[in-house]
T-cell receptor
Framework: AQKVTQAQTEISVVEKEDVTLDCVYE???????LFWYKQPPSGELVFLIR??????QNEISGRYSWNFQKSTSSFNFTITASQVVDSAVYFCALIPLMDSSYKLIFGSGTRLLVRP | GAGVSQSPRYKVAKRGQDVALRCDPISGHVSLFWYQQALGQGPEFLTYFQNEAQLDKSGLPSDRFFAERPEGSVSTLKIQRTQQEDSAVYLCASSLFSTTSNQPQHFGDGTRLSIL
């Protein structure tokens, strides 16, 4: 099965708190790509990061960081010192390399609300 | 413009009517995808084009759904004899290359379709 699970439906934090969004994936392929997208109220999906299955190195970009662990099939996303502008729905997604159409398989999303 | 453009932004139709949704991808992008996003859910794949060729239409929910990209640029998603369950946001995405497993897909703002 090819599947992405985001168990947290909604998270609410106060500004400046750190928050971690969980993502667990399932795939039968040994080579795949993982993505995170942000969907603000305007509706457009904004690309945040891409990782391939051979690169387990964690990545940091400003206040954002990602923890990829193949052993637990997880690709978690942490926002440090959250801000109100971070409020959005965040989607984790998977592309198995053997899928010739390269379609994104999305999780159901986590709605993040950052309160002032 | 620099991004993926979709029109109309909102569409209201009566059950049984036909609708057409338009997507202008980023100039030069080879791959084009359509996704359907139900309320509170992650986007789900509908169909994929590589230039003008529709290589995967496995996600189209019924034969009432039809997509085309005749000149390898603009794409139209058509829904015939609309039903209430067709109400959703329809997202279009484009990607630069044909082998897009590691290329980010860039999304438009979507068309919110409501069937009365």
């Amino acid at each position: 099965a090819q599947k992405v699970t985001q168990a947290q439906t909604e998270i609410s934090v106060v500004e400046k708190e750190d928050v971690t969004l969980d993502c667990v994936y399932e795939t039968r392929d040994t080579t795949y790509y993982l993505f995170w997208y942000k969907q603000p109220p305007s509706g457009e999906l904004v690309f945040l990061i891409r990782r391939n299955s051979f690169d387990e190195q964690n990545e940091i970009s400003g206040r954002y960081s990602w923890n990829f662990q193949k052993s637990t099939s997880s690709f978690n996303f942490t926002i440090t010192a959250s801000q109100v502008v971070d409020s959005a729905v965040y989607f984790c997604a998977l592309i198995p390399l053997m899928d010739s159409s390269y379609k994104l398989i999305f999780g159901s999303g986590t709605r993040l609300l950052v309160r002032p | 413009g620099a991004g993926v453009s979709q029109s109309p932004r909102y569409k209201v139709a009566k059950r049984g009517q036909d609708v057409a949704l338009r997507c202008d991808p980023i100039s030069g992008h080879v791959s084009l995808f359509w996704y359907q996003q139900a309320l509170g859910q992650g986007p789900e794949f509908l169909t994929y084009f590589q230039n003008e060729a529709q290589l995967d239409k496995s996600g189209l929910p019924s034969d009432r759904f039809f997509a085309e990209r005749p000149e390898g640029s603009v794409s139209t998603l058509k829904i015939q004899r609309t039903q209430q369950e067709d109400s959703a946001v329809y997202l279009c995405a484009s990607s630069l290359f044909s082998t897009t497993s590691n290329q980010p897909q860039h999304f438009g703002d979507g068309t919110r379709l409501s069937i009365l």
